[in-house]
């Protein structure tokens, strides 16, 4: 169709996306599934074809914004699955329907997720975190509620400085802080009691897709025996590894990393700024999300459960020329 049917509001919201003014899974798609009810509430089509199609070009748009966080797609996913009905009338409140129901059971999941986090933290335990994650933090919220106290380690996070976010956070909730240079973590995680972190996706065999950098500090932390607790919504679970796809790194701009007075200072040279970076799940101890704690082997008997044994893709126009499907 013709992208200049779409509402306003999917170009701003792609916008944020794109620039990160709205980032972190759960906000990603709630943006998401909120924009595309935006765009059936105000659309014009006259027939139910039209109508779908709308959605479907609305959501490609979408998708395009960034390629790792699988919050995005599964949000598409879950609203046009859903989109259901003989009339634009109706159509458009299924699609109303699935959007409100999925952002509902975000708030839900944060909350619910945060409650098991939580018992895995004891009083007076110190965590280790890296850049900002809302599920990190909700177990670190549901534990101060629970009366532990907690101390944290806050790697900042290159290149965007993320942690910087987490620390305000968890002061605000009066967690004492410590912040450190990503590279002084190996120093501190012989004290820490645990590395907490969020992820933007993870893969059928448990693989946590993370900010670049979890990683090396996952293979740190196994070494010094400090154990690494991973806090993702199932909005995180990414279908489409099921069936063998890998995760597409997400790189940015290099100017996140590097002024163009310091790149012409230094030279001719090749400047990379990947996103995110793989941890194998033989260094993950746990997994936590709004249906329980599991192992990352185990991962994968979740992932079917939710998805079946592979997603469609209802953005994709239907082959043929009817596109009233
Ligand atoms: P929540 C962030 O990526 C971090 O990698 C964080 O761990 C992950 O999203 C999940 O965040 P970015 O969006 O969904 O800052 O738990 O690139 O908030």
Known sequence: MDEGQLHPHIETVAEDIESMGTRGAAPIADAVASALRTQARESEAETPATFRAEMRAAARHLLNTRPTAVSLPNALRYVLQRMDGASVGALCR???RGAAAFCEQLDRARDDLGEIGANRLRDGDQIMTHCHSTDALACV??????????TA???????????HITARELREIGVPVTLIVDSAARRYLGEVDHVLVGA???AADGSVINKIGTSGLAVNARERGTPIMIAAQTIKLHPDTMTGHTVDIEMRDESEIITDSDRDEIGDMTVENPAFDVTPPRHVDAIVTERGQFPPESIVTLMRELFGEGPGEPWNEPSGTDADV
């Open 94 to 96: 299924s699609v109303e």
């Open 153 to 163: 380690v806050v790697k900042e996070t290159r290149p965007r400085k993320q942690g």
């Open 200 to 202: 933007d996706a993870i």
């Open 141 to 150: 919220e549901a534990a101060v509620e629970q009366g532990k106290d907690l």
